[in-house]
Every structure is written in C-alpha cells, then in structure tokens.
C-alpha cells in the first residue's frame, strides 16, 4: 500500500491564482482530512469527509473548496489565492472517526506570491 | 467545542535524559488522545495513544499519562536519543467532532 499521497510537493502560485492540491488513499478509508500547518504552528482543520458525497467544514474552510466524488480521492481547491494561504497543507485519512488512527500524507508546500 | 492547550512550545534535553510534554483539554467529553510525531519534512504519525478508560500507558521508551478529572495528559520519553528529536502534537477527541490538535512541541536532543 502506497498509504496517502499527494501533489505537487511544491507550487508557487501567484496572488489571484487557482490550484487544485490532489490527495489520494489506497487504504479503503472512509474518513478524509485537509489540513494546513503554518511555519511554527499547529494543525488546523480545513474540511473533512466522512464518505463518498460527504463533506464538512473544519477550523478554517474559507478560501478552500472540497469535493469526495470517490472513496479515495479527496482534492482541495484554492480560489483566488491569497498570501496568508502560503502554508503546508496536509492531507489524512482513517478508517473511520476520531477514535481511529489518521495516516498522514508528505504534505504539499504552497507559496503564495 | 474543544480546546487543546500544550506546553512547552521547544524542549531541549541532553541525550539519556527524560522529556515530558504535557497537555489540558477542554470539554469533559474527550475521551481518546493520541500523540503524533513529526519528522522534518514529513506528515505526523501516531506513536501512542491513550483512552479514558485507563490513567497510564507505555510503549518501550513511550509513556502517556492522562488525568481525567484535572483535563490534563502527558507524554513521557526516557532515555532519549537523537532520532526522537521532532515535534510532538496531542490530541483529544470526544467523538463529535474531528481531532483538536495541540500546537505542538519541538523537541531537541543534544547529542
């Protein structure tokens, strides 16, 4: 099993900007999560999903967009990107909630310019 | 909703010493709290976790400690080598909402 993964690694976008982040789990996961980590700072949540056609907001949702059209993929749309979007941006899954163990993906590093 | 408050931010030990990171938590409900590790440049994962149902835990080197009446728990690593250098995260869940993460603790071992 590849676990979770995701891409790019690195983008450098400029202010105004759109950019999809891909996120991808091989392990049947019904649980999702988007999360971003600012230099020297937490984990807050963006938007999770519990199912296919299932999602919710989390700490910081504006500016994103989410959709789960399957089990595995759950990709994070940034609209009209903005400077204080310049994070990383992590991406989860479990087999199902809190109690459950989250799989973290590499991370995607996002500047924005 | 919960809030998750964890201390201290950086930790500095000497190799073979013991660190200890401690959380408090919020809402009374909680009752699941991991800890996450995470290497430089790579996404957290789990090295232990604790349920309410239970006040000690230990892995090896790894020990959590959770105090329910206090909303307070603590990660304990003796011995410490090099390779633990990383930050911590805690976490509490209390089932109705996704994990609250704390703000992590950057630990460092000096070799």
């Known amino acids: 099993n590849a676990g979770v993964t995701q891409t790019p690694k690195f983008r450098i976008l400029k202010i105004g900007q759109s950019m999809t982040l891909q996120c991808t789990q091989d392990?049947?996961?019904?649980?999702m999560y988007w999360y971003r980590q600012d230099p020297g700072m937490g984990l807050k949540l963006i938007y999770y999903?519990?199912?296919?056609?299932?999602?919710d907001k989390g700490e910081v949702p504006n500016g994103y967009n989410v959709s789960r059209s399957t089990t595995e993929d759950f990709p994070l749309r940034l609209e009209l990107a903005a400077p204080s979007q310049t994070s990383v941006y992590f991406c989860?899954?479990?087999?199902?909630?809190?109690?459950?163990?989250?799989?973290f993906g590499p991370g995607t590093r996002l500047l924005v310019l | 909703g919960e809030n998750v408050e964890q201390h201290p931010s950086t930790l500095s030990v000497q190799e073979g010493d013991s660190a200890v990171i401690k959380c408090t938590y919020s809402?009374?409900?909680?009752?699941?709290f991991p800890w996450y590790k995470q290497e430089l440049g790579k996404g957290p994962q789990l090295i232990i976790d604790?349920?309410?149902?239970?006040g000690e835990k230990k892995d090896q080197r790894i020990a959590v400690t959770l105090n329910k009446t206090a909303k307070h728990f603590s990660l304990h690593i003796t011995e410490t080598q090099p390779e633990d250098s990383a930050v911590y995260f805690c976490?509490?869940?209390?089932?109705?909402?996704?994990?609250?993460f704390g703000k992590g603790t950057r630990l460092s071992v000096i070799a």
């Open positions: 604790i349920r309410s149902n239970v």
């Open positions: 392990m049947n996961h019904n649980y």
């Open positions: 989860a899954s479990s087999y199902s909630g809190g109690r459950e163990t989250q799989y």
């Open positions: 976490a509490a869940d209390s089932g109705n909402t996704p994990l609250v």
């Open positions: 999903s519990v199912g296919a056609g299932i999602t």
């Open positions: 809402d009374s409900a909680s009752n699941y």
